[in-house]
């Protein structure tokens, strides 16, 4: 099961000098999934992640963010091996971490274990 939300607030610069809405999103993605939905594609837009949570339940999970297009997401973070009850939290970072490919969704694949609740704050550029 995956629950989603979306909220607005505040902007940044990109770096072409455009003011963008900066954007959170929440998912909780349960063990065992591939390209579970985090932020939907944007028609000829890019989502950049600005800072992220990762907290993993009662049981060690790997969790990896995609881009998704029309097939098979394509891994662009690293793969976080969560332990138990543990993850990760990323400050905001203006530059980003990283980001989809042109009009696709942002998407998070775990591995065995237990859901993973993950929170984004990002732009579309």
């Given at each position: ?8 607030g ?17 998912a ?98």
């Open positions: 099961m995956i629950n989603q939300n979306v909220t607005v505040g902007q940044i610069f990109d770096e072409n000098g455009v003011l963008c809405t900066v954007k959170y999103a929440f909780n993605v349960a063990a065992g999934q591939t390209d579970s939905s985090i932020v939907a594609a944007v028609s000829s837009k890019k989502i950049r992640v600005l800072s992220y949570l990762l907290q993993a339940g009662s049981s060690a999970t790997n969790f990896t963010f995609n881009s998704k297009g029309g097939g098979a997401g394509t891994a662009i973070s690293m793969l976080h091996a969560n332990a138990a009850n543990g993850g990760v939290a990323r400050a905001v970072n203006e530059h980003g971490y990283f980001q989809t490919n042109s009009g696709e969704a942002l998407t998070a694949t775990t591995g065995a274990g237990a859901t993973t609740g993950v929170q984004v704050t990002y732009i579309e550029t």
